[in-house]
């Protein structure tokens, strides 16, 4: 939907919504490999212009993650699941804007209604009541597009009541400009979120890269304390939801100490200034 979206977008307007460019996800070593090579063919069926490359050919579109100490190549095989000029990047707030303002023609009427919390939705019959700070709406659909919070409404109209949200959150670090493109990582199966990975920035050009640092497992989903009830109503306490919050802590943890150290290795390296390698 995001992609025909944004092919529909003239290309005047395009570059400050969204930018092509490359992007790959990379295993290191026999066991990555495999996985991905086992990957390619049916992911070759979903997006055609995929590629798999060897170590040689991922030296050639992103040579940093093949260079190893004294600029010589890292002893490891290597292959990655490869995609070149293509929309990776969208800043989603102009996405937003220019939407709002494409949905307003042949004189339709799109509003944005912000600062508006909905308390509570009821079903009246063939269609829903919706209860906001700004009043009472009656509406035939009602779509839940709140993220985590979407299963909360769902529960509250006894649907998904099986069903919990684990709030998982990161942090980033702004590095030196070392990459291309977006270069994923092998995501470890024991954790559901996005391994290590680095992110070009659409905000202004030549900007450094974004490398998530760590992510921690919490409770709540807000830092608002009036939000720590609604939070836990998210968590839906199902029996093995504990064990798995301590399972990711741990798995996290070991991963965000392993790329500080990398982090610190690399502000102390020539070429590296320590005040770019900020917290986002």
């Given at each position: 939907?995001?992609?025909?979206?944004?092919?529909?977008?003239?290309?005047?307007?395009?570059?400050?919504?969204?930018?092509?460019?490359?992007?790959?996800?990379?295993?290191?070593?026999?066991?990555?490999?495999?996985?991905?090579?086992?990957?390619?063919?049916?992911?070759?069926?979903?997006?055609?212009?995929?590629?798999?490359?060897?170590?040689?050919?991922?030296?050639?579109?992103?040579?940093?993650?093949?260079?190893?100490?004294?600029?010589?190549?890292?002893?490891?095989?290597?292959?990655?699941?490869?995609?070149?000029?293509?929309?990776?990047?969208?800043?989603?707030?102009a996405l937003s804007e220019y939407v709002m303002k494409a949905a307003n023609h042949d004189g339709k009427e799109l509003r944005a209604?912000?600062?508006?919390?909905?308390?509570?939705?009821?079903?009246?019959?063939?269609?829903?009541?919706?209860?906001?700070?700004?009043?009472?709406?009656?509406?035939?659909?009602?779509?839940?597009?709140?993220?985590?919070?979407?299963?909360?409404?769902?529960?509250?109209?006894?649907?998904?009541?099986?069903?919990?949200?684990?709030?998982?959150?990161?942090?980033?670090?702004?590095?030196?400009?070392?990459?291309?493109?977006?270069?994923?990582?092998?995501?470890?199966?024991?954790?559901?979120?996005?391994?290590?990975?680095?992110?070009?920035?659409?905000?202004?050009?030549?900007?450094?890269?974004?490398?998530?640092?760590?992510?921690?497992?919490?409770?709540?989903?807000?830092?608002?304390?009036?939000?720590?009830?609604?939070?836990?109503?998210?968590?839906?306490?199902?029996?093995?939801?504990?064990?798995?919050?301590?399972?990711?802590?741990?798995?996290?943890?070991?991963?965000?100490?392993?790329?500080?150290?990398?982090?610190?290795?690399?502000?102390?390296?020539?070429?590296?200034?320590?005040?770019?390698?900020?917290?986002?």
């Amino acid at each position: 939907m995001l992609r025909n979206c944004l092919s529909k977008i003239p290309q005047s307007e395009l570059h400050s919504i969204a930018r092509k460019g490359q992007k790959m996800v990379i295993g290191v070593g026999e066991k990555e490999c495999e996985y991905i090579e086992n990957r390619y063919a049916p992911f070759k069926e979903i997006f055609p212009t995929l590629q798999i490359l060897d170590k040689n050919q991922v030296f050639d579109v992103e040579p940093n993650v093949v260079k190893g100490r004294n600029a010589l190549h890292r002893p490891d095989d290597i292959r990655a699941l490869y995609v070149d000029n293509e929309l990776t990047t969208c800043n989603f707030m102009a996405l937003s804007e220019y939407v709002m303002k494409a949905a307003n023609h042949d004189g339709k009427e799109l509003r944005a209604m912000l600062n508006t919390e909905v308390k509570e939705v009821k079903r009246e019959g063939n269609t829903f009541q919706v209860h906001t700070n700004n009043g009472i709406m009656n509406a035939k659909f009602v779509v839940f597009s709140a993220c985590g919070y979407s299963l909360l409404f769902a529960q509250r109209m006894g649907v998904g009541l099986e069903y919990s949200v684990l709030s998982v959150a990161g942090s980033f670090y702004f590095a030196p400009n070392i990459l291309r493109g977006k270069v994923y990582t092998v995501q470890n199966p024991a954790v559901p979120f996005a391994a290590i990975h680095g992110d070009p920035d659409i905000h202004a050009d030549n900007i450094p890269d974004s490398v998530p640092r760590h992510c921690h497992c919490h409770c709540w989903k807000d830092t608002i304390c009036e939000a720590y009830p609604t939070s836990l109503g998210c968590l839906n306490l199902i029996p093995g939801s504990w064990q798995c919050t301590w399972t990711c802590s741990r798995t996290v943890r070991y991963a965000s100490t392993c790329l500080e150290i990398c982090c610190l290795k690399s502000r102390d390296s020539p070429g590296c200034s320590s005040s770019r390698m900020r917290a986002k």
